[in-house]
């Protein structure tokens, strides 16, 4: 008789460990769809959508090792007052039909921190940006460079064309 008693309390004692896994894992799944429903619905926009990789943006030590023959590269700080003026002045040259390929480097990004510094450097195939400049490249070597406002403006001027 007492191992009928035991049997007995040992398939009640597997039933109530099974209900209370069970009711764990409920809770486990509701919670984990509430999770991912409100993560679908608070975004607008597609995974694929926020995986895309731009290969405009390049690391300043880049600059000049970039596949095309001829490009520009635009050296950026978000500090700049005049970048958003920049930014759509090379939208509008980059619509143009023979427009040259346009890099970014943006250099407040940590990855750039050894690019930026005080005073410009770009000699002995360096490349250290002290604020926004618009470069030229041709085969790896800048064959123009623009640093200040005005010869920024200038050059973007005349790439649009105006």
């Known amino acids: 008789?007492?191992?009928?008693?035991?049997?007995k309390e040992l398939i009640t004692f597997?039933?109530?460990i099974?209900?209370?896994?069970?009711?764990?894992?409920?809770?486990?799944?509701?919670?984990?769809n509430k999770k991912n429903n409100t993560k679908s619905s608070d975004t607008s926009t597609s995974t694929e959508e926020n995986t895309k990789i731009d290969y405009e943006k390049i690391l300043a030590q880049n600059a000049l090792s970039q596949k095309d023959e001829n490009?520009?590269?635009?050296?950026?700080?978000?500090s700049?007052?005049?970048?958003?003026?920049?930014?759509?002045?090379?939208v509008t040259y980059k619509n143009k039909e023979d427009a040259l390929?346009?890099?970014y480097v943006e250099l407040d990004n940590a990855f750039n921190k050894n690019n930026f510094a005080s005073e410009s450097n770009?000699?002995?195939?360096?490349?250290?940006?002290?604020?926004?400049?618009?470069?030229k490249v041709n085969n790896g070597s800048i064959?123009?460079?623009?640093?200040?406002?005005?010869?920024?403006?200038?050059?973007?001027?005349?790439?649009k064309g105006e």
């Open 1 to 7: 008789m007492e191992d009928k008693y035991s049997i």
């Open 14 to 16: 597997i039933i109530i």
């Open 18 to 32: 099974l209900v209370v896994l069970g009711i764990f894992y409920g809770i486990t799944v509701l919670v984990t």
């Open 71 to 78: 490009y520009f590269v635009y050296a950026y700080t978000n």
């Open 80 to 90: 700049d007052e005049n970048v958003s003026t920049y930014n759509n002045d090379l």
């Open 101 to 103: 390929k346009v890099y």
């Open 122 to 135: 770009f000699e002995d195939g360096k490349v250290i940006f002290k604020a926004t400049t618009l470069l």
């Open 143 to 159: 064959v123009e460079k623009y640093e200040t406002k005005e010869e920024i403006t200038n050059a973007l001027t005349s790439l």
